[in-house]
């Protein structure tokens, strides 16, 4: 079956520290991928996307490449501000054989927290 | 445009009750998944339903069961709850028209079970 793997933490960076957590998949078929993040005491916002092998997706200078030749997504940022301290979910989905959305199947999260 | 509501935000149970969580999707949606994120943990597929039939389910027991409306809203009810039951839970919703798998999440409900 599907599975993601990502990277424990919890992870603490300064401030302007470059950012990058690890995320490695298991799937049939070319599922699509995601990061999504939960501040606290909130549900989960997608922070980036991408649907297809080589396809890049980034949103507030967040970024990850699908990569199918090691089955990884990576996030990764340059410089990492307070605001940024949340915990970050890895995720995939395929297309469901219904023709709708797939399950998404997230690995277990990782907390940031930066330092001012 | 009002994004994907749940309620509600908070629910103390003890074991042994019933308890029935609410969802209504972002505008123009018409399919909800549910998902049980415990503490520390990622969120764990419940159920899908679209066109108010269940379309798929994780792996969970029978006491969890749905239902989607007319209107799109769906509800998840637990039967004999567990401590083991206690956790945040999450609904999506998503768009079979837009063929996309993106999904929107609301804020949750915190169930504990006591």
């Known amino acids: 079956g599907n599975s993601v793997t990502q990277m424990e933490g919890p992870v603490t960076l300064s401030e302007e520290a470059f950012l990058t957590i690890n995320c490695t998949y298991t799937?049939?078929?070319?599922?699509?991928l995601f990061w999504y993040v939960q501040y606290p005491g909130e549900g989960l916002q997608l922070l980036l996307k991408a649907t297809k092998a080589d396809d890049k997706g980034s949103n507030k200078g967040f970024e990850a490449t699908y990569r199918k030749e090691t089955t990884s997504f990576h996030l990764e940022k340059g410089s990492v501000q307070v605001s940024d301290s949340a915990v970050y979910f890895c995720?995939?989905?395929?297309?469901?054989?219904?023709?709708?959305?797939?399950?998404?199947?997230f690995g277990k999260g990782t907390k940031l927290t930066v330092n001012p | 445009d009002a994004g994907v509501t749940q309620s509600p935000t908070h629910l103390i149970k003890t074991r042994g009750q019933q308890v029935t969580l609410r969802c209504s999707p972002k505008s123009g949606h018409d399919t909800v998944s549910w998902y049980q994120q415990a503490l520390g943990q990622g969120p764990q597929f419940i159920f899908q339903?679209?066109?108010?039939?269940?379309?798929q389910r994780g792996n969970f027991p029978d006491r969890f069961s749905g239902h989607q409306f007319p209107n799109y809203s769906s509800e998840l009810n637990v039967n004999a709850l567990l401590l083991g039951d206690s956790a945040l839970y999450l609904c999506?919703?998503?768009?079979?028209?837009?063929?996309?798998?993106?999904?929107?999440f609301g804020p949750g409900t915190r169930l504990t079970v006591l």
């Open positions: 339903y679209y066109e108010e039939e269940e379309r």
């Open positions: 999506a919703s998503s768009s079979v028209g837009l063929g996309n798998n993106e999904q929107f």
């Open positions: 995720a995939l989905s395929a297309g469901a054989f219904w023709g709708g959305s797939e399950k998404l199947v």
């Open positions: 799937a049939t078929g070319y599922p699509s």
